[in-house]
């Protein structure tokens, strides 16, 4: 079955404590990988896509990579207004516009 | 220019009623999808509608249907409400339709079934 897989479920960080957010898929015929961000009662902001290993995109303090098993989302230095849950979703072919998501990473940035 | 806009944003329903969300996509966008988001659960795809076809259904019951409109607005309908078709409806539209494409999600409706 097809799977995409976020970890951990929530990271409390100081500001300034860079971590990761990871991704991990299970699915065959991989088309594209997404990084969203959700903020409470709004709907999911585009972040990044990768399309293939190797790949690396970088926004501000985010930076996403991609394996053939797994996605990274390193966060530099993070600030208060970073506090949001990241989603991961992933295009692999189904049916069209089909994105499969992760469950997603809640992260709290205290000041 | 205005994103995706979705109406209402909060709707309470009880066990059997019917439901209809809708959605007017970014201008010029062609594509239409809905997802369902349960508290704690990233969003579940429902059905994308390109060009007024339906191009994609999840696994979602025959309770759920959807259309598409000229102007490219869309509707989501969902008959017989169940308890456990509370959730927030999200709708997102993106410019071709063509995967892999970023989609462009609204704020969501906020459906509470009593």
């Known amino acids: 079955e097809d799977q995409v897989t976020q970890s951990p479920e929530a990271l409390r960080l100081q500001e300034g404590e860079s971590s990761s957010l990871n991704c991990s898929y299970t699915v065959s015929g991989l088309r594209g990988l997404f990084w969203y961000r959700q903020d409470p009662g709004k709907g999911p902001e585009f972040l990044f896509t990768l399309y293939s290993a190797g790949e690396e995109k970088e926004k501000e303090r985010l930076k996403a990579t991609l394996t053939k098993k797994e996605s990274f989302l390193h966060i530099t230095a993070p600030k208060p207004e970073d506090s949001a849950t990241y989603l991961c979703a992933v295009d692999y072919g189904g049916s069209q516009g089909n994105l499969i998501f992760g469950k997603g990473t809640k992260l709290s940035v205290k000041p | 220019d205005a994103g995706v806009t979705q109406s209402p944003t909060h709707l309470i329903k009880t066990r059997g009623q019917h439901v209809t969300l809708r959605c007017s996509p970014i201008s010029g966008h062609k594509s239409v999808s809905w997802y369902q988001q349960v508290l704690g659960q990233g969003p579940q795809f429902i059905f994308q509608y390109y060009e007024k076809e339906e191009r994609g259904r999840g696994n979602f019951p025959d309770r759920f249907s959807a259309r598409q ?9 969902v008959n017989a409400l169940l308890l456990g078709d ?29």
């Open chain 2, 86 to 114: 509370s959730a927030l409806y999200l709708c997102a539209s993106s410019p071709s339709g063509m995967v892999p494409e970023k989609l462009f999600f609204g704020s969501g409706t906020q459906l509470s079934v009593l």
């Open chain 2, 69 to 77: 409109f000229p102007n490219y607005s869309s509707e989501l309908n």
